[in-house]
């Protein structure tokens, strides 16, 4: 068995939903990476949350049992400040809609702080808590003059212990709302921020771990980089079914032990015990008739999802029913959140 781990140089996590929700490490995830690193895997940190720096990150991941160093650490307040370098003047002046992180983000990247619209050449706006009407407001007022605007993320959500809350896209969408203006976007689903990890890990054969579909794996994808989906954040078995094919995984897992499997249980093809087909406008999931329940239990949920994006996924895709044609894939789609609706 070959390992998916063992097939990558370099391995990118994404940190909320992948790693950690909020305050809490998932179950499992400190030890799936100390075991890829003792495996020789070198690990890096692709996070969309410009709210922290990458010290700040580190002490996040180091205070939930992670061995993290800074310079394994890429931000998109990072990357968003040094879209902004890119297209201004050393010293020029931005209105920060964000953290003190984000603001010290963009100083050290040779550019100042402003207070005023009326001072700024550039808006950069990242997720803050404290983030209010008065900030909206100075970022509006500078947008509308002219001023270049860089969101480091448009995550709508970011999820949490209590649930999905307002991610930074959620504001940035107050803006193009009062302003009409797209901004230029540093974080995943862009590139930006998986050109910069691979060039600090000088990696070459990267591989992409994430829970999200609509960043890790689009920008991932749109990278040409392989990717693990795991199922502990945002993106449900539904979503991934119904995935259009630019945030279709090149693997699926249920969760970070998924590392220490053979790539090719990973992949989104037919799995035994598992069959599935086409009835009518259905997805109709059995276990084949010449295999059942092993002694432990039902076969695993997970490998049904795998076999169900395979011949969905072969017919084009989008929204999908599914039924179970036998009491082992009523229970596997009921463990999935699938099912005839």
């Not at 794996?217 to 199922?231: F, R």
């Not at 090149?250 to 032990?257: F, H, M, Q, S, V």
């Amino acid at each position: 068995m070959t390992s998916l781990r063992e097939q990558h140089d370099v391995l990118l996590f994404d940190l909320d939903g992948t790693l950690f929700l909020g305050g809490t490490a998932l179950p499992g995830a400190p030890e799936a990476l100390a075991d890829a690193a003792g495996a020789g895997c070198r690990i890096g940190y692709l996070t969309n949350n410009g709210s922290r720096n990458a010290g700040q990150v580190v002490d996040h991941l180091r205070e939930l049992g992670f061995a993290a160093e800074e310079p394994e650490v890429v931000t998109s307040g990072q990357a968003a400040s040094r879209l902004l370098a890119d297209r201004l003047h050393p010293g020029d002046a931005v209105v920060v809609v964000g953290s003190k992180a984000l603001a010290g983000e963009v100083t050290a990247a040779g550019l100042t702080v402003a207070e005023r619209a009326e001072e700024a050449r550039a808006v950069i706006q990242g997720h803050s808590p404290d983030t209010g009407w008065r900030d909206l407001a100075e970022a509006c007022l500078a947008i509308r003059a002219g001023a270049v605007w860089v969101a480091t993320n448009v995550d709508a959500t970011l999820p949490a212990e209590r649930g999905e809350l307002p991610g930074n896209g959620s504001m940035v969408a107050a803006l193009v709302t009062a302003t009409g203006v797209q901004p230029v976007v540093a974080g995943k689903p862009e590139a930006a921020l998986f050109h910069e990890a691979v060039r600090r890990a000088s990696a070459e054969r990267p591989l992409m771990v994430g829970d999200k579909l609509e960043t890790d794996i689009a920008g991932a994808n749109g990278v040409g980089m392989p990717c693990l989906l795991v199922l502990t954040g945002v993106s449900h078995p539904a979503a991934v079914l119904a995935a259009p094919q630019s945030q279709r995984p090149t693997y699926i897992g249920a969760d970070l032990t998924a590392l220490r499997t053979d790539q090719d249980q990973l992949r989104p093809v037919g799995q035994a015990p598992w069959r599935a087909s086409r009835d009518g406008d259905e997805l109709l999931l059995e276990l084949d008739p010449d295999a059942g329940a092993d002694a432990a239990g039902d076969p695993d949920p997970v490998a049904a999802l795998r076999t169900l994006c395979a011949v969905h996924w072969g017919a084009g895709g989008g929204q999908a029913r599914v039924r179970g044609g036998d009491p082992a894939a009523a229970r596997a789609l009921g463990t999935l959140g699938l099912g005839a609706r």
